[in-house]
Each structure stands twice: as C-alpha cells, then as structure tokens.
C-alpha cells in the first residue's frame, strides 16, 4: 500500500503569516511530487510540483523535498485571506499512477 | 481551451440503477485517471489508462469499470450502484504520467 500522509488540520494562520504544510511517502520509487489546492466544491488545481531533493519557489510558494527523509512540504509566504483552501499532496510513482494524501484544511484569518 | 470535460455535474442514482459518467479530453494526454472523493477524504484512484486500448486497476476499482476506445475519452461504468458509491469523482489525464495531473470539474453522484 503506497500512502501519503498529511496532517489533515485545521491549520489557522494570521494574514501576513507563512504558513508550513508537510507530508510524507512511503514509496522509496515516487519521482515526483505536487502540491494541489482545492476550494470547497471545486476541483484540484496544481499549485506547484517538485522532483528534485532541496527547495524550488514559485512567487509566495516554496516546496521542499528530502528523498531520504521521504518528505515534502509547502511553505506560504505571506498568506493571504484568498489562500484559505485544503492542499493535497500527491506523489507520483514509476507506475504512473498519482496518490494523494488526505489534505490539509488551511485558514487564514484577516 | 476545455481541458478535461466531465459529465454530468449532479446526478442520484436509486439503489441497483447503473450509470456512466463522461470524461474527455481535448490536450492529446496519454494518461488518464479517475479518482473518487469522499467527504473530508483525499482522492482515491479507481481507474487508469496509460493510452487507448490499455486500462489498469487503482486503489478501490470493485463496483466500476472503465474502456479507452480512444484517447480522447475515458468514461466510468457503475453498474448495480450503492450507497458507498455516493462521492464526487473527478477525472485527470496527464501528458507523462508523472508531470502534472490536470482535473475536471468533477460529477457529484449520490445513491439513494
């Protein structure tokens, strides 16, 4: 059983703050790496992906992997009301198939 | 610049009826998945294709059946449903298999 794990939450941070999203894997194949943002009732949307261990930034976005440790994390600069969402992490392995962690519910209060 | 189209939207199902949903995509991806979502869940992978022709089992496929008579399309069979299949399910497709995964809008099904 290939898993994902996420700290479901809630997780509330104040505007402004940066907020720290984890997850780890348990499949040592996985190859890549991605975090998705959903809004209630609405379908996933791709916020950033990482395949390589160390960080990668995307504006407010930062995503951190460490192989051996077979974790990822999230980091949200600068939160903002309009980030209130739950993440889901997703893992790809050499099978092509996308597994997806629970989600972290995610609040940012103005 | 549909993406990945699902249909329909909404839909119940009475006990026993069965039912397909719709997936198509207009982006040439060789994957295709579907996934189910249970309430306060992550996404659980029921289906998926690697190309035409060619499909796979995921994490929870009893109760469902899937074809991939093109690449285009990658429709969900329930045959015989039940109250455990009430779940939002959403189809992806993905051009490698493991770069990104892009989602439909999702089909909100309830069994009664």
């Known amino acids: 059983q290939k898993e994902v794990e996420q700290n479901s939450g809630p997780l509330s941070v104040p505007e402004g703050a940066i907020a720290s999203l984890n997850c780890t894997y348990s499949d040592r194949g996985s190859q890549s790496f991605f975090w998705y943002r959903q809004y209630s009732g609405k379908s996933p949307e791709l916020i950033m992906f990482?395949?390589?261990?160390g960080d990668k930034e995307d504006g407010r976005f930062t995503a951190q992997l460490n192989k051996a440790s077979q974790y990822v994390s999230l980091l949200i600069r600068d939160s903002q009301p309009s980030d209130s969402a739950t993440y889901l992490c997703?893992?790809?392995?050499?099978?092509?198939?996308?597994?997806f962690g629970t989600g972290t519910s995610l609040t940012v209060i103005p | 610049n549909a993406g990945v189209t699902q249909t329909p939207k909404f839909r119940i199902l009475k006990i026993g009826q069965s039912m397909t949903l719709q997936c198509a995509q207009d982006?040439?991806?060789?994957?295709m998945y579907w996934y189910r979502q249970d309430p306060g869940m992550g996404l659980k992978l029921i289906y998926y294709?690697?190309?035409?022709?060619?499909?796979d089992k995921g994490e929870v496929p009893n109760g469902y059946n899937v074809s991939r008579s093109t690449t285009e399309d990658f429709p969900l069979r329930l045959e015989l449903a039940a109250p455990s299949q009430t779940s939002v399910y959403f189809c992806?497709?993905?051009?490698?298999?493991?770069?990104?995964?892009?989602f439909g809008q999702g089909t909100r099904l309830t069994v009664v």
């Open positions: 990482i395949y390589s261990n």
């Open positions: 982006m040439n991806h060789n994957y």
């Open positions: 294709s690697v190309g035409a022709g060619i499909t």
């Open positions: 997703a893992v790809s392995n050499t099978g092509n198939q996308f597994y």
């Open positions: 992806a497709s993905s051009q490698t298999g493991i770069g990104e995964a892009f």
